[in-house]
């Protein structure tokens, strides 16, 4: 028997998704993501000055300005020749690096978590667990405010097979509260060389306006610490309990596993994280030529699946066929995840940074084996090693700034020119390409992570990373789409990004 459930929208995300399943002898059969708004940033920087590309695009989020405000400088950059100088590039790095842990610990805690949590135990708790005052002070207070509200962020939920583990349950709603306040360390991270946050105000084409302060340099430290030890005492150990707890979600939710990254965070011999994929297993170096955004199942008027270079945006609202506001990028053809888990995987299959290493020690002393890697768990693993790995890292990039040396470079400018601007958002591999003609914006194309992941079908009926990693899951037919919301949020949609 075959019945269909629909996820829409999406909640605890960014942006209006929906998912709709088929399923059969209770898998999901099909699975169809569709980004459900338009937005038009691309088709609202034709004609505007190239210097406010990375002004306006930061606007496309709330979550990952950073890296737009990134990617669309290094465009800029290229199509002006300018180079940003070492101090600019580490200031940029420990920026996005800021914005990184800040994005994977809101997306574990805030939004994924609560998935994996029986959060009625808050109204049962009892106990007088210092652990657990935060929580404890914070219900006693919105139930003495006479809201009916103790759990308002938290239900209604999807029903569910959440364990029955106090430790857990409470455990994980205390760290929620404990997490929003790491998470505003990591705000002022970002504001302390950003200028402001979200949409930081010095990030601009040649570097970063705010110079090298020793002062604002350990008050970044402070906070890093703080924050590295959130993630080494509490985040990763979460990670590893939810696996344990959740066998079935070490195991579910594959997808293609096909991985790609461009590759980020400069440092004074190449990228800290390698730019690559890995397909059917196997490191092959990173050629941008290669992509191509398939319009078959997008809202937009039909072309050949072309290069950003030559991308056009045209909405067509009611294109026969079409289901998302989407396009959908492929790689040589074929769709790419992109993310954390993409990441890792390049990373530890070109063996590069240590992170093969570091994953390995990861896995022995979670007791895991390497299979759970690409599964709904295994993201979110794989997101809390990044963020273990480069809070460690950014120390070392605080350490390579130089405050008597620039971190701007002398603005010049070029009537005409073309820029590839690559980088790697918290969520996966970012693109914007520019071409400016009289010193105008002729072009812009952006391809974002979640436009990768979550996008549709293309000409040859090749479901995107998303649906793929829906297709096959076991669900309960008492439920009423947990299953599916699990595996989405593993991957950390922001559909404001996608469409963008
Ligand atoms: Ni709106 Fe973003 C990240 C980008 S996702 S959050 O990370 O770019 O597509
Ligand atoms: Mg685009």
Redesign the pocket.
């Known amino acids: 028997m075959s019945r269909s459930v629909s996820i829409g929208p999406v909640t605890r995300i960014?942006?209006h998704l929906r998912i709709d399943t088929r399923i059969e002898n209770n898998r999901i059969a099909e699975a169809w993501s569709m980004g459900e708004m338009f937005r038009g940033f691309e088709t609202l920087l034709v004609d505007r000055d190239p210097l406010d590309a990375p002004v306006i695009t930061q606007r496309?989020?709330?979550?990952?300005?950073v890296?737009?405000a990134i990617?669309s400088c290094k465009a800029v950059e290229a199509a002006i020749g300018l180079k940003a100088p070492r101090n600019g590039r580490y200031l940029r790095s420990l920026t996005l690096g800021a914005n990184y842990l800040q994005?994977h610990i809101l997306n574990f805690y805030h939004l994924s978590a609560l998935d994996f949590v029986r959060v009625e135990e808050l109204l049962d708790y009892r106990g007088k667990d210092p652990v657990l005052r935060g929580l404890k002070i914070w219900a006693s207070q919105e139930i003495s405010s006479g809201r009916i509200l103790p759990i308002a962020p938290f239900l209604p939920k999807l029903p569910a097979d959440y364990v029955d583990n106090n430790n857990w349950n409470l455990g994980a709603l205390s760290h929620y509260l404990e997490a929003l306040e790491i998470r505003q360390e990591t705000h002022e991270m970002t504001s302390l060389f950003g200028g402001k946050m979200p949409h930081t105000a010095s990030l601009v084409p040649g570097g970063v306006t705010c110079g090298v302060d020793p002062a604002v340099v350990e008050s970044f430290r402070t906070r890093l610490r703080r924050v590295r030890r959130f993630i080494e005492l509490t985040y990763i150990p979460d990670v590893i309990a939810a696996a344990r707890l959740y066998p079935q979600y070490a195991q579910g939710g594959q997808g293609v596993q096909r991985y790609l990254s461009y590759g980020g965070f400069e440092e004074d011999n190449g990228d800290w994280l390698p730019a690559g994929t890995v397909i059917e297993d196997r490191f092959e170096p990173l050629d941008t030529a290669a992509i191509k955004e398939d319009l078959t199942a997008s809202r937009f008027r039909q072309t050949i699946a072309k290069h950003p270079r030559e991308g056009v945006t045209v909405p067509e609202e009611d294109k026969k066929g079409a289901y998302s506001w989407l396009k959908a990028p492929r790689y040589k053809g074929l769709s790419m995840e992109v993310?954390p888990l993409a990441r890792i995987m390049v990373a530890a299959t070109a063996n590069s940074a240590g992170v093969g290493d570091a994953l390995q020690a990861f896995l022995r002393e979670a007791n895991l084996p390497a299979s759970v890697l690409p599964s709904v768990l295994g993201r979110h693993a794989a997101r809390a090693l990044e963020a273990l790995l480069l809070s460690q890292q950014m120390e070392t990039w605080l350490d390579a700034l130089k405050p008597e040396e620039a971190s701007l470079a002398p603005y010049q400018t070029r009537p005409n020119g073309y820029g590839e601007g690559l980088t790697e958002?918290?969520?996966?591999a970012?693109g914007h390409w520019i071409t400016i003609r009289n010193d105008k914006i002729e072009r812009y194309q952006?391809v974002?992570?979640?436009?990768?992941?979550f996008s549709p079908r293309d000409q040859h009926q090749q479901p995107g990373p998303v649906e793929a990693a829906l297709t096959g899951i076991e669900v309960n037919e008492n439920y009423q789409g947990i299953e599916a919301a699990r595996t989405v949020r593993s991957f950390?949609?922001?559909?404001?990004?996608?469409v963008?």
């Open positions: 960014e942006g496309i989020c709330g979550v990952c300005s890296s737009h990617a994005s993310g958002a918290p969520r996966g970012l952006c974002a992570p979640s436009t990768w992941n950390d949609p922001c559909i404001a990004c996608a963008h």
